[in-house]
């Protein structure tokens, strides 16, 4: 079997687990779903994880299960390898009013990341890796940009259109996540990659994450399963 990862031929000789097992404290083994990985994608996104998994925390805590994991597998992390985590986080910290701080975000270190997730959660959906006729692109629902008005209102949405189940035409798979309180991960799009897929992604139930999986085709030929024609297809099946 070959590599989940997109336009990969490698052998899968390894797993990769999705999410992380550092997203998950000790002994709650039952969310670690896996896929068959090649040696240079099983390692290409490690030393990302504790960087995105204190970004989620941070930004979903004190809610749910988010502080205890942060305690639990990000705070004994922080002082490793001289203090590396931490410098990475404070970089372009602003310190503001009431001793508060407001932290800068990788941006293209969560990119990375949810990019591999991505294609580990449709591989474990569909038994295929996604085809290389599909771009993506991460939608950050609790990094906002005060600046961006527009932005906000086309984010807010997405946000609302791909809230709940898909409808029957659109279940592409279901990848099986089972700790709710931790993360969940839901695919709309037309089975057999024959349209557009989105995938919806929620960590501590307040943290999400919206992977806009593009159809492409070639230039001049029609897309009638991009993004926005799923979104009115939907509509007006409801």
Known sequence: MTCYFQGCTAKG?????????SFFPDGEKEQLLTVKSCERHNNAKSKDDLYVLAQICMNASPNNRAREVFMERVVPQLEFNNGALRRRLAEGAVSLNHGTVKYKVDIARLDDFFTAL????????????LPANYSISHIYHNFRNEADSEMHRIEDAINTFYDGRPMAFMEFGDPDTKNERIYTATIFGVPGFKSSITIVHRFFGVFRVTSMLT??????LPNPWAHSDLMQKTAQGR
């Open 118 to 129: 991505s294609c580990g959660l449709i591989f474990k959906s569909c038994g295929s890796s």
């Open 13 to 21: 000789i390894t797993r990769e687990h999705i999410p992380p097992r």
């Open 215 to 220: 159809r492409v085709v070639k230039a001049g």
